[in-house]
Protein backbone atom coordinates (compact mmCIF):
# COMPACT_ATOMS: atom_id res chain seq x y z
CA UNK A 1 0.00 0.00 0.00
CA UNK A 2 2.05 3.19 -1.17
CA UNK A 3 -0.30 5.82 0.20
CA UNK A 4 0.62 9.05 -1.12
CA UNK A 5 3.13 9.40 -3.37
CA UNK A 6 4.64 12.64 -4.54
CA UNK A 7 6.95 13.01 -7.74
CA UNK A 8 9.51 14.87 -8.28
CA UNK A 9 10.95 14.75 -5.15
CA UNK A 10 13.13 17.34 -5.93
CA UNK A 11 13.28 20.36 -8.59
CA UNK A 12 15.25 23.49 -9.84
CA UNK A 13 13.32 25.88 -11.73
CA UNK A 14 14.32 29.34 -12.91
CA UNK A 15 11.88 32.07 -12.19
CA UNK A 16 8.79 32.28 -15.19
CA UNK A 17 9.12 28.90 -15.86
CA UNK A 18 6.16 26.25 -15.09
CA UNK A 19 5.72 23.34 -13.95
CA UNK A 20 3.09 20.66 -12.43
CA UNK A 21 3.58 18.75 -8.94
CA UNK A 22 2.13 15.31 -8.99
CA UNK A 23 0.04 13.89 -6.17
CA UNK A 24 -1.86 10.49 -6.00
CA UNK A 25 -3.10 8.46 -3.52
CA UNK A 26 -4.33 4.76 -3.28
CA UNK A 27 -6.36 4.91 -0.41
CA UNK A 28 -9.49 6.06 -2.19
CA UNK A 29 -10.10 8.81 0.06
CA UNK A 30 -12.33 11.81 -0.91
CA UNK A 31 -10.42 14.70 0.24
CA UNK A 32 -6.96 15.55 -0.92
CA UNK A 33 -5.12 18.73 0.36
CA UNK A 34 -1.78 20.53 -1.11
CA UNK A 35 0.71 22.55 1.71
CA UNK A 36 3.52 24.55 1.54
CA UNK A 37 5.87 24.14 4.40
CA UNK A 38 8.50 27.05 4.90
CA UNK A 39 10.52 27.36 7.61
CA UNK A 40 9.25 27.99 11.34
CA UNK A 41 5.94 28.24 9.47
CA UNK A 42 3.97 25.37 9.79
CA UNK A 43 1.72 24.51 7.05
CA UNK A 44 -0.07 26.68 4.80
CA UNK A 45 -2.93 25.20 2.74
CA UNK A 46 -2.55 25.94 -0.84
CA UNK A 47 -5.88 24.11 -2.03
CA UNK A 48 -7.63 21.64 -1.35
CA UNK A 49 -10.52 18.68 -2.63
CA UNK A 50 -13.21 17.13 -1.33
CA UNK A 51 -13.61 14.98 -4.21
CA UNK A 52 -13.30 14.75 -7.91
CA UNK A 53 -14.07 17.75 -9.82
CA UNK A 54 -14.89 19.53 -6.49
CA UNK A 55 -11.51 22.35 -5.74
CA UNK A 56 -11.49 25.37 -3.55
CA UNK A 57 -8.86 27.82 -2.40
CA UNK A 58 -7.09 27.81 0.44
CA UNK A 59 -5.14 30.39 2.79
CA UNK A 60 -2.38 31.16 -0.24
CA UNK A 61 -4.00 30.15 -3.68
CA UNK A 62 -2.15 32.95 -5.06
CA UNK A 63 -0.02 31.60 -8.12
CA UNK A 64 -1.30 27.87 -8.46
CA UNK A 65 -3.88 26.10 -9.67
CA UNK A 66 -4.93 22.33 -9.28
CA UNK A 67 -7.29 20.17 -10.82
CA UNK A 68 -9.05 16.61 -9.53
CA UNK A 69 -10.22 14.73 -12.50
CA UNK A 70 -10.16 11.50 -10.34
CA UNK A 71 -10.25 10.59 -7.30
CA UNK A 72 -6.88 9.36 -6.76
CA UNK A 73 -4.80 12.65 -8.46
CA UNK A 74 -4.50 15.73 -7.46
CA UNK A 75 -1.37 17.60 -9.49
CA UNK A 76 -0.54 21.28 -8.40
CA UNK A 77 0.49 23.57 -11.46
CA UNK A 78 2.69 26.86 -10.87
CA UNK A 79 1.93 29.13 -14.28
CA UNK A 80 5.22 31.64 -14.10
CA UNK A 81 7.90 30.41 -11.18
CA UNK A 82 8.64 33.17 -8.47
CA UNK A 83 11.44 32.97 -6.01
CA UNK A 84 8.70 33.37 -3.20
CA UNK A 85 7.75 29.99 -4.00
CA UNK A 86 10.76 28.48 -3.31
CA UNK A 87 9.43 25.85 -0.75
CA UNK A 88 8.92 22.31 0.70
CA UNK A 89 5.37 21.12 -0.96
CA UNK A 90 3.03 18.08 0.52
CA UNK A 91 0.17 16.76 -0.29
CA UNK A 92 -2.01 14.93 1.82
CA UNK A 93 -5.14 12.97 1.46
CA UNK A 94 -8.22 11.97 4.09
CA UNK A 95 -11.10 10.01 4.85
CA UNK A 96 -14.25 11.71 4.61
CA UNK A 97 -15.20 13.25 7.98
CA UNK A 98 -13.83 16.12 9.71
CA UNK A 99 -12.11 14.06 12.35
CA UNK A 100 -10.27 11.85 9.77
CA UNK A 101 -6.61 11.99 9.97
CA UNK A 102 -4.69 13.24 7.03
CA UNK A 103 -2.07 11.26 5.12
CA UNK A 104 1.25 12.87 3.47
CA UNK A 105 3.53 12.06 0.92
CA UNK A 106 6.83 13.26 1.39
CA UNK A 107 7.20 15.93 -0.13
CA UNK A 108 8.61 17.78 -3.19
CA UNK A 109 11.46 20.08 -2.31
CA UNK A 110 11.08 22.92 -4.86
CA UNK A 111 13.96 25.68 -5.46
CA UNK A 112 12.97 28.70 -8.19
CA UNK A 113 16.35 30.73 -9.09
CA UNK B 1 -9.06 34.99 14.88
CA UNK B 2 -8.72 30.90 15.04
CA UNK B 3 -5.01 30.14 15.62
CA UNK B 4 -2.62 27.37 17.41
CA UNK B 5 0.33 28.28 19.45
CA UNK B 6 3.09 26.25 19.94
CA UNK B 7 5.22 28.12 22.25
CA UNK B 8 8.53 26.39 22.34
CA UNK B 9 10.44 26.09 19.36
CA UNK B 10 12.71 23.42 20.57
CA UNK B 11 12.92 21.07 23.46
CA UNK B 12 15.68 19.37 25.01
CA UNK B 13 14.99 16.22 26.79
CA UNK B 14 17.44 13.27 28.18
CA UNK B 15 16.76 10.22 26.99
CA UNK B 16 14.70 8.19 29.69
CA UNK B 17 13.07 11.08 31.63
CA UNK B 18 9.68 12.30 30.45
CA UNK B 19 8.88 15.10 27.60
CA UNK B 20 6.10 17.59 27.11
CA UNK B 21 5.49 19.33 23.88
CA UNK B 22 2.65 21.95 24.29
CA UNK B 23 -0.22 23.64 22.42
CA UNK B 24 -2.67 25.68 22.86
CA UNK B 25 -5.45 27.09 20.78
CA UNK B 26 -7.96 29.27 19.85
CA UNK B 27 -11.01 28.28 17.63
CA UNK B 28 -14.92 28.93 17.44
CA UNK B 29 -16.74 25.70 18.97
CA UNK B 30 -15.41 22.16 19.94
CA UNK B 31 -12.25 21.65 18.21
CA UNK B 32 -10.76 18.67 17.08
CA UNK B 33 -7.34 18.36 17.98
CA UNK B 34 -4.45 16.26 16.74
CA UNK B 35 -0.96 15.61 16.55
CA UNK B 36 1.76 14.72 13.81
CA UNK B 37 5.41 14.36 13.67
CA UNK B 38 7.86 14.89 10.70
CA UNK B 39 10.66 13.36 10.41
CA UNK B 40 13.69 14.78 8.71
CA UNK B 41 13.23 14.52 4.64
CA UNK B 42 9.29 12.92 5.32
CA UNK B 43 6.46 13.91 5.15
CA UNK B 44 4.09 14.24 7.97
CA UNK B 45 2.26 11.44 10.03
CA UNK B 46 -0.37 11.12 12.28
CA UNK B 47 0.13 10.72 15.90
CA UNK B 48 -3.13 10.98 17.53
CA UNK B 49 -6.21 12.68 17.81
CA UNK B 50 -8.80 14.01 20.38
CA UNK B 51 -12.55 14.48 19.48
CA UNK B 52 -14.67 14.22 22.17
CA UNK B 53 -14.62 11.78 25.62
CA UNK B 54 -11.68 11.19 27.50
CA UNK B 55 -9.15 14.10 27.97
CA UNK B 56 -6.35 12.00 27.75
CA UNK B 57 -5.59 9.90 24.58
CA UNK B 58 -3.17 7.45 23.69
CA UNK B 59 -1.67 7.00 20.17
CA UNK B 60 0.99 5.75 18.57
CA UNK B 61 5.06 5.17 19.57
CA UNK B 62 3.91 5.52 23.36
CA UNK B 63 2.90 9.10 22.65
CA UNK B 64 -0.57 10.62 24.62
CA UNK B 65 -1.63 13.76 24.84
CA UNK B 66 -3.51 15.69 27.70
CA UNK B 67 -6.78 18.10 26.59
CA UNK B 68 -8.00 20.82 28.87
CA UNK B 69 -10.87 22.63 27.43
CA UNK B 70 -10.67 25.57 30.40
CA UNK B 71 -6.93 25.75 29.50
CA UNK B 72 -7.58 25.51 25.55
CA UNK B 73 -4.42 23.14 25.68
CA UNK B 74 -3.78 19.67 24.20
CA UNK B 75 -0.29 18.59 25.50
CA UNK B 76 1.80 16.24 23.90
CA UNK B 77 3.39 13.54 26.33
CA UNK B 78 5.41 10.60 26.47
CA UNK B 79 6.38 8.66 29.94
CA UNK B 80 10.07 8.07 28.96
CA UNK B 81 11.94 9.27 26.00
CA UNK B 82 13.82 7.06 23.35
CA UNK B 83 16.30 9.33 20.88
CA UNK B 84 14.26 8.04 18.20
CA UNK B 85 11.66 10.19 19.03
CA UNK B 86 14.10 13.54 17.69
CA UNK B 87 11.94 15.04 15.02
CA UNK B 88 9.60 18.00 14.53
CA UNK B 89 6.05 17.58 16.17
CA UNK B 90 2.72 19.94 14.41
CA UNK B 91 -0.16 20.57 16.49
CA UNK B 92 -3.40 20.93 14.67
CA UNK B 93 -6.65 22.03 15.19
CA UNK B 94 -10.13 21.77 13.08
CA UNK B 95 -12.96 23.76 14.08
CA UNK B 96 -16.20 22.32 14.28
CA UNK B 97 -17.79 24.88 11.70
CA UNK B 98 -14.42 24.78 9.42
CA UNK B 99 -14.59 23.17 5.77
CA UNK B 100 -12.51 20.28 6.60
CA UNK B 101 -9.57 22.42 6.92
CA UNK B 102 -6.81 22.38 9.84
CA UNK B 103 -5.46 25.34 11.76
CA UNK B 104 -1.54 24.54 12.01
CA UNK B 105 1.40 25.07 14.75
CA UNK B 106 4.32 26.23 13.60
CA UNK B 107 6.11 23.19 14.91
CA UNK B 108 8.61 21.91 18.22
CA UNK B 109 11.78 20.32 17.07
CA UNK B 110 12.56 17.87 19.79
CA UNK B 111 16.01 16.90 20.47
CA UNK B 112 16.27 14.30 23.09
CA UNK B 113 20.03 13.58 23.99
CA UNK B 114 21.35 10.33 24.88
Known amino acids: NAGVTQTPKFRILK ?13 NHNYMYWYRQDPGMGLKLIYYSVGAGITD ?12 STTEDFPLRLELAAPSQTSVYFCASSDRGS ?3 QHFGDGTRLSIL | AQ ?12 EGNPLTVKCTYSVSGNPYLFW ?17 GDNLVKGSYGFEAEFNKS ?16 ALYFCAVRAYDSNYQ ?10 IKP
Open chain 1, 99 to 101: NQP
Open chain 2, 36 to 52: YVQYPNRGLQFLLKYIT
Open chain 1, 57 to 68: KGEVPNGYNVSR
Open chain 1, 15 to 27: IGQSMTLQCTQDM
Open chain 2, 102 to 111: LIWGAGTKLI
Open chain 2, 71 to 86: QTSFHLKKPSALVSDS
Open chain 2, 3 to 14: SVAQPEDQVNVA
